[in-house]
């Protein structure tokens, strides 16, 4: 079986999390920083991760007290975080989201809810909506 780079990238940030709990000193450090290094994924110190969390590419971004619910994907480029508090976002369970998009506050991205790529969220995200543009907007309906 061949692990993806993603996978491990999460692994280690779950031991990383593990060993903050214990009050284990340098070495979660460390694994931040491998983890950076290595797979281009920064998930911060505060941040929740639900189970089954996607990450088809690396370049990753997430800090501040943020909370990602189960089965979310996020694509490349992406920046999830704090915009001038502590409080990040609140990303609820499979929520996709978009290369590049940027999703920074104290808000809410309901269940199943869906970041287009290059969208700069600065709002709540009902459950079930998809949200393009800067700053982002709910997607209307095709042709």
């Known amino acids: 079986m061949v692990l993806s780079t993603r996978i491990l990238a999460i692994w280690m940030f779950r031991g990383k999390r593990s060993l903050q709990r214990r009050g284990i000193p340098l070495l979660p450090a460390l694994l931040d920083r491998l983890c950076i290094l290595l797979f281009n994924v920064n998930l911060g ?3 929740e991760i639900g189970g ?5 590419h690396g370049n990753v971004v997430v800090d501040g007290l943020v909370q990602i619910g189960r ?14 508090s502590v409080a990040g976002p609140h990303i609820g369970d499979d929520v996709f989201i978009g290369t590049g998009a940027k999703i920074l506050g104290d808000i809410t ?16 995200v009902p459950s079930d909506t998809t949200v393009v543009g800067v700053p982002a907007r709910r997607a209307t309906g095709g042709r």
């Open 109 to 124: 991205v309901g269940d199943r809810a869906k970041v287009g790529a290059n969208a700069v969220v600065l709002g709540d």
């Open 52 to 56: 089954g969390l996607y990450l088809p």
């Open 45 to 47: 110190d505060y941040t």
């Open 71 to 84: 089965n979310c994907v996020i694509g490349p480029w992406v920046t999830i975080g704090t915009n001038g």
